[in-house]
């Protein structure tokens, strides 16, 4: 069962670097790519109301919170091992793992909706 | 015969009785060495004429039963296969294998490295029982099919390579170098058909993917075995398990061992001539 988890876990680093990648290629490399300022008020509303752009934040989001917490879990569990303590972890970091996605796609949902 | 150089080696042990309680603390031994002579060698002189309540294990002396594992100069070794003269230096600090509870002084317990090992099902699993039980036959394998995990039936249990690694230091139920790399020898042995539940045993949390691929068991193996290799080879087995990629693997089948064997070098004829 661990081995599933554990490919999802590599599978989620290499989406992290491509997501980053072309979050950083449109933020940082404007005048290369001849874009409008991509810090601009305009700029921002247009990626934030482009289903695609909102897709790919939340994908990042996800795949970057699942990627971050797990590995998290893996060095939680190597302290204190114990069965308890590795339930305990893993319903702490779930719950913070749906908290913080809620959190974070509520804004750009709530941008695209309206 | 020329006279053999000798020189005084201060031998720093760790003494420790958990009887007696207190804390663990460094006792020095100054040993006469020579040339070719052993850290082994050394800790027997100490206990036949400095110091009789030593405690250490050791069995073969030649590095094939793996008894005298312990730290020297920060380093697990086999003492029987490491040479004072190695380390070029005046004082060797020898204490018990880290990652183990110390029954006394240099002796460590192994019984956790014995429990992983077999909690891994270290041997044959077989459909055919019957025939496991009255052979018959032999099983076959190629020497293809051998080379696979040859290299991993060396392993002597000598418990280096768990004092070495960092996981096992720091996560006491990780199973550990030695029994992942077991895993690994039992799984790819063309004979096995027990794949499918050991791979399950060790698909845990302390299991095959807790390992950080340090490599220090590898690099300390006193076999020169590669247990690293072993558990990246399991996980291979894992992901494709997982993935499905992994196609059901019936066990070698049983084959008549030969009838006649050829002979490879001709062997010379001897004969004894009876004296007239």
């Known amino acids: 069962m661990r081995t599933r988890f554990h490919l999802i876990h590599l599978v989620t680093g290499v ?21 409008d300022d991509p810090t601009s008020w305009e ?13 790919l934040y939340i994908a990042l989001l996800a795949v970057a919170l699942y990627h971050a917490l797990y590995g998290l879990r893996g060095i939680i569990l190597e302290l204190t091992p114990s ?9 702490c970091l779930i719950a913070i793992g749906i908290a913080a996605f809620g959190w974070g796609t509520y804004v750009p949902i709530h941008l695209l909706s309206g | 015969m020329a006279e053999r150089d000798t020189k005084q080696v201060t031998f720093r042990i760790q003494r420790y009785n958990p009887e007696q309680g207190g804390a663990p603390r460094l006792e020095e031994f100054v040993v006469p060495t020579s040339r070719g002579m052993t850290v082994l060698d050394g800790l027997i002189y100490v206990k036949e004429d400095l110091d009789s309540t030593l405690a250490f294990r050791a069995s073969c002396r030649m ?3 793996g008894s005298c594992g312990m730290l020297i100069n920060s380093y697990p070794h086999l003492a029987c296969h490491t040479q004072i003269e190695e380390f070029h230096s005046d004082v060797l600090t020898v204490k018990p294998l880290p990652n183990m509870p110390v029954i006394k002084d240099l002796v460590v317990d192994l019984t956790p490295l014995f429990d992983h090992h077999r909690s891994i099902m270290p041997y044959i699993v077989r459909p055919d029982e019957q025939e496991m039980e009255n052979p018959t036959a032999e099983f076959g394998q190629t020497p293809q099919e051998l080379n696979d995990f040859l290299q991993f039936t060396y392993c002597m249990k000598c418990g280096i390579c768990v004092a070495a690694c960092p996981t096992s230091a720091s996560d006491k139920l990780f199973l550990g170098p030695e029994a992942l790399a077991q895993c690994y020898r039992y799984c790819a042995d063309s004979r096995d058909s027990g794949q499918r539940e050991r791979l399950r045993l060790v698909d845990t949390d302390h299991g095959a993917w807790h390992c950080h691929l340090a ?18 080879l399991l996980k291979r087995q894992l992901a494709s398990q997982a993935l499905g990629f992994r196609k059901k693997q019936l066990p070698s089948p049983v084959v008549s061992p030969p009838t006649e064997s050829k002979t490879r070098i001709p062997y010379p004829e001897f004969s004894v001539k009876a004296k007239k």
């Open chain 1, 15 to 35: 989406l992290i670097a491509v997501f980053l990648s072309i979050h950083m290629v449109r933020s940082h490399l404007d005048d290369i790519l001849g874009t």
């Open chain 1, 43 to 55: 700029s921002m509303m247009s990626r934030a109301t482009d289903g695609m752009w909102v897709a």
């Open chain 1, 83 to 91: 069965a308890r303590a590795a339930r305990v972890t893993t319903w």
């Open chain 2, 63 to 65: 590095g094939i039963c």
């Open chain 2, 215 to 232: 490599g220090a068991c590898s690099e300390s193996c006193p076999k020169g075995l590669d247990p690293a290799l072993a558990i990246q």
